[in-house]
């Protein structure tokens, strides 16, 4: 088993930045991926952007490419999601998640965090 813990959310202006950050618990020497999602009000859940929990390769979505960061403490078991430049259409529940060895997508999740930018 693996826990996720989500902080940092918050209400800010377009244009702002913020620092997410994600914990990770247990069974954290089976985790091969961390990832971020997000889902506004209304909208289907989406994919921000996931890094290689050993190679530290990433991987965004279009719509935050050049604007949101992911990075690593492992010593921590902890991924960060650096947002710059935020816009009124990135307020979503962030939620962050892990693939572990031996299964196939994201299969734990953090109960999320919510981020509002207003105009």
């Known amino acids: 088993q693996v826990q996720l813990v989500e902080s940092g959310g918050g209400l800010l202006q377009a244009g702002g930045s913020l620092r997410l950050s994600c914990a990770a618990s247990?069974?954290?020497?089976?985790?091969?991926?961390m990832g971020w999602f997000r889902q506004a009000s209304g909208k289907e859940r989406e994919f921000v952007g996931s890094?290689?929990?050993?190679?530290?390769?990433?991987v965004y979505a279009d719509s935050v490419k050049g604007r949101f960061t992911i990075s690593r403490e492992k010593v921590k078991h902890t991924v960060y999601l650096q947002m710059d430049a935020l816009k009124p259409e990135d307020t979503a529940l962030y939620y962050c998640?892990?693939?572990?060895?031996?299964?196939?997508?994201?299969?734990?999740w953090g109960q999320g965090t919510q981020v509002t930018v207003s105009l």
């Open positions: 247990g069974r954290t020497f089976n985790i091969n991926a």
């Open positions: 998640a892990a693939s572990v060895v031996g299964s196939s997508g994201y299969h734990y």
């Open positions: 890094m290689r929990w050993s190679g530290g390769n990433t």
